[in-house]
C-alpha cells in the first residue's frame, strides 16, 4: 500500500471523487448506462447527496446497508455515496432467493437496502419481516432511489476514515454452505488499482471499459468501478445479461478499448454466428478471470480480434487480480506471474513448499486482503493464516516462474492413487473443433474406483452412432495430449453446463447426476 494511505485520514470515496474533479475532468464522461450518461460532476453531486440522505435517514457511520443493484449509475451513486459516509455498503449478487436475502440482512445486521425495482418483491419478501427499510428505484414500498437524493439534499462532508478502517463487505458465492461476508477496508480499492489496473493492465483516461461481470463480483467491482475512476476513464453500465451478441453490441456501439471477460464467455463470442469483423472492434487489451483460460481460447482470440487477454486470478478475499499475464508478454495457458506487491507460494497438504513442475496449494499474501469473514470465527481461521490467504486453487510454477492452473482443490481426482486436474482434463477436450465446452469431474466405474467423467457442450449436435464415433475421437484426441490415464472413462454430450452468474461451472451439479455409463 502506498506510504500516504497507512498513517492519517482516508477515504476512498473521496479520493476516487476528487481525484478526477482536480484533473479537470468534471465535464467527462464518467458512465454509460442504459438510460443516459453521467459526467464525472454529476457523479460527484451524486454521491455527496447521497451520503448526506444517508446521514439525514438516521444511518450511522459503520453500520450496514445492502446493495441489491443492477448495473446502472445508482450502483456507484450507492457504494461510493456509502463510503462518503463512513456507512458500510454490503453489495450483493442480484440473482438469489428470498431465503439468500434473509440471511444476508440479518446476519449484516443491514439498516436499509437499495433494491431495483425488478426485484422488489423477492426482496421484500426477506426484509419486511425483519423490519428493514427498503429504497428503490421504482419508488414502491418505501421512498424511491432519485427522491432519496434529491436536488434539494445538501451535500456533505466525507467521513474521517482512514485506509485501515473497514470500507465494505462481499458476500462469497456460497457454494459451500451459506455465503461468507468477506470484510474489506478503505485502502485495498486504492491498492489493487494502483498494482493492477495501472501498473499491470495499463489503463488509460482515454480508455472506455466494459465489464461482464456485474459490479456486485469483487472482479467487476475493480473493473467497472474502482479502476476507472482512478484514472478518469469511462465505463458503460448495462442490465442485459452478457451473452455474446449483447457483449458485440456494446463493444462496438460505445468503441470500448478495455473488455473484462471470463473463459467461457470469450469462448462463446468466439463461437458467435455475429461476431464482428476485427476493424469493427477498438478493443486494445482484455483481461479473464473467474476460471484458467484454455490455451486455445486465448490464441484464437488474438489471432481472430488482434488484442491479448492477459489471464489472471483473484478472489472475493483478496478483492481482485494478484497473478496475472501482462501486456506484451502472455503466455496462454498459464496465469502469469504475481503481481506487484503480492507474495504467493505453492505448499503440499503438510504445509510444505512443492517443487518446480509439482502441483501445490495456492496461498497469497498482500495488503488487499480481506480482514476477516464477518462473525465466522472457524471459517476466517481456516481461510485467513499468519498474514497469508488460503485460496482452495491448485497450481503448478514452470521453469520460469509462470503459474499454471490446475483446478480448484475441491475438484481435484484422485485416480489410481495420482491427482488429475480437471481443468487440464478439459482443456484438451475443447481444444477439438468439435467441443464448444466441458466440466469433467470424478465417477465411479463397476468396481467402485474413481475415473474422469467428461460432460461436453458440441458445435452441432449429434446422436447414435455418430456420438459414438465422437467419443471416441476425442478420448484418442485426448491421450494425443496428455497422459492416457486422465483421459475421461465415460463422455456426456449436453447441450448446456450449469454455471454460476461469473461463467463458473457449478462441477457441484454435476456430480449429483452422476451415474455410471456404458461409454
Not at 449509475?73 to 453489495?91: K, R
Not at 467487476?220 to 457483449?247: E, I, K
Not at 468466439?270 to 469493427?280: F, G, I, M
Not at 474406483?449 to 478420448?475: F, H, N, W
Amino acid at each position: 500500500m502506498d506510504d500516504t494511505l497507512t498513517i492519517g485520514r482516508y477515504n476512498a470515496a473521496q479520493d476516487l471523487i476528487e481525484r478526477n474533479l482536480a484533473a479537470g475532468r468534471a465535464d467527462k464522461i464518467a458512465y454509460i448506462d442504459d438510460d443516459g450518461s453521467y459526467t464525472y460532476g454529476e457523479l460527484a453531486a451524486r454521491v455527496r447527496r447521497f451520503a448526506s440522505a444517508l446521514r439525514q435517514a438516521g444511518i450511522a457511520p459503520e453500520q450496514r446497508i445492502l446493495l441489491c443493484l443492477e448495473d446502472s449509475i445508482n450502483f456507484p451513486t450507492a457504494f461510493l455515496g456509502a463510503l462518503w459516509a463512513g456507512v458500510i455498503p454490503v453489495p450483493v449478487n442480484t440473482l438469489l432467493t428470498s431465503d439468500d436475502y434473509a440471511y444476508m440482512l440479518a446476519h449484516a445486521r443491514a439498516r436499509a437496502v437499495f433494491v431495483d425495482s425488478t426485484l422488489y418483491e423477492t426482496v421484500a419478501t426477506a426484509a419486511n419481516p425483519l423490519g428493514i427499510a427498503i429504497i428503490t428505484p421504482g419508488g414502491r414500498g418505501a421512498s424511491a432511489f432519485e427522491k432519496f437524493i434529491a436536488e434539494d439534499t445538501p451535500p456533505t462532508q466525507p467521513y474521517h476514515s482512514n485506509a485501515h478502517d473497514i470500507a465494505f463487505w462481499l458476500y462469497s458465492s456460497g457454494s459451500t454452505g451459506r455465503p461468507k461476508g468477506a470484510v474489506h477496508v478503505h485502502g485495498s480499492l486504492n491498492f489493487t488499482a494502483e498494482k493492477f489496473a495501472r501498473s499491470v493492465l495499463g489503463l488509460r483516461g482515454d480508455d472506455t471499459v466494459y465489464s461482464a461481470s456485474k459490479l456486485f463480483f469483487a472482479y467487476g467491482l475493480g473493473n467497472g468501478l474502482t479502476f476507472p475512476l482512478s484514472v478518469g476513464a469511462t465505463t458503460v453500465l448495462t442490465r442485459r445479461r452478457p451473452t455474446a451478441d449483447t457483449v458485440f453490441d456494446i463493444l462496438k456501439r460505445h468503441r470500448a478499448t478495455v473488455f473484462y471477460g471470463v473463459p467461457t464467455l470469450f469462448a462463446a463470442m468466439l463461437a458467435s454466428e455475429a461476431a464482428p469483423r476485427p476493424d469493427e472492434l477498438c478493443v486494445r487489451v482484455c483481461t479473464s478471470a473467474g476460471e484458467g483460460l484454455p490455451h486455445h481460447i486465448g490464441e484464437s482470440w488474438t489471432q481472430t480480434f488482434g488484442s491479448e487477454i492477459l489471464d489472471g486470478i483473484g478472489s472475493t478475499e483478496m478483492l481482485h487480480i494478484f497473478l496475472s499475464n501482462r501486456p506484451g508478454a502472455v503466455r496462454y495457458g498459464t496465469t502469469g506471474l504475481p503481481v506487484d506487491g503480492y507474495e504467493l507460494k505453492l505448499v503440499d497438504e503438510s504445509g510444505a513448499p512443492v517443487g518446480p513442475g509439482e502441483l501445490g496449494d495456492l496461498w497469497v499474501r498482500g495488503p488487499s486482503s480481506a480482514l476477516m469473514y464477518w462473525a465466522d470465527r472457524r471459517r476466517s481461521d481456516h481461510t485467513f493464516q499468519d498474514g497469508w490467504t488460503r485460496t482452495g486453487d491448485k497450481y503448478s510454477r514452470d521453469a520460469d516462474g509462470y503459474y499454471v492452473y490446475g483446478g480448484r482443490s475441491d475438484d481435484m481426482l484422485k485416480v489410481g492413487g495420482i491427482y488429475v486436474s480437471p481443468f487440464e482434463v478439459e482443456s484438451a477436450l475443447v481444444s477439438h473443433p468439435l467441443v464448444l465446452e466441458a466440466a469433467v469431474i470424478g465417477a465411479p466405474d463397476e468396481r467402485g474406483l474413481i475415473k474422469p467423467k467428461a460432460y461436453a457442450v458440441l458445435r452441432q449436435s449429434c446422436a447414435g452412432e455418430e456420438a459414438d464415433r465422437i467419443r471416441e475421437t476425442l478420448r484418442a484426441h485426448v491421450k494425443s495430449m496428455i497422459a492416457p490415464f486422465k483421459s475421461p472413462r465415460w463422455i456426456e454430450f449436453v447441450e448446456e453446463l450449469p454455471k454460476t452468474a461469473t461463467g463458473k461451472v457449478q462441477r457441484y451439479r454435476l456430480r449429483e447426476l452422476i451415474k455410471p455409463t456404458p461409454h
